[in-house]
């Protein structure tokens, strides 16, 4: 079946940097048009970032120009790499396959991002 696996969270100072990896499976992943999405505490899940199967990628207004992503075909891995965060960065982070505006597969466990001081 179709599984993520998020990676590379955890706590930052306002104006760090992370970078994210999801590994997905079970799926045609170098065809595949997928989402970054997080979920901060008491909100709706969001998409953060499109990304197509080149690469290209497509970003939310909150997260432009701070938020970079790339993706290897080979490796059926996500990379995305977030500097001068936040706190309203503060989220659960999640890749997905992506359908308009949201994840069509079950999602994994995330990665938790925290933006503080």
């Known amino acids: 079946q179709v599984q993520f696996m998020e990676s590379g969270g955890g706590l930052v100072q306002p104006g760090g940097s992370l970078s994210l990896s999801c590994v997905a499976s079970g799926l045609s992943f170098k065809y595949t048009i997928m989402g970054w999405f997080r979920q901060g505490p008491g909100k709706e899940r969001e998409l953060v970032a499109r990304?197509?199967?080149?690469?290209?990628?497509d970003f939310a207004e909150f997260v432009k120009g701070r938020f970079t992503s790339s993706r290897d075909n080979a490796k059926t891995t996500l990379t995305l790499r977030m500097s001068n965060l936040q706190p309203e960065d503060t989220a659960k982070y999640y890749c997905n396959v992506l359908g308009g505006q949201r994840g069509l597969f079950a999602w994994g466990q995330g990665t938790p991002v925290t933006v503080s001081s």
């Open positions: 990304i197509e199967p080149d690469g290209t990628a």
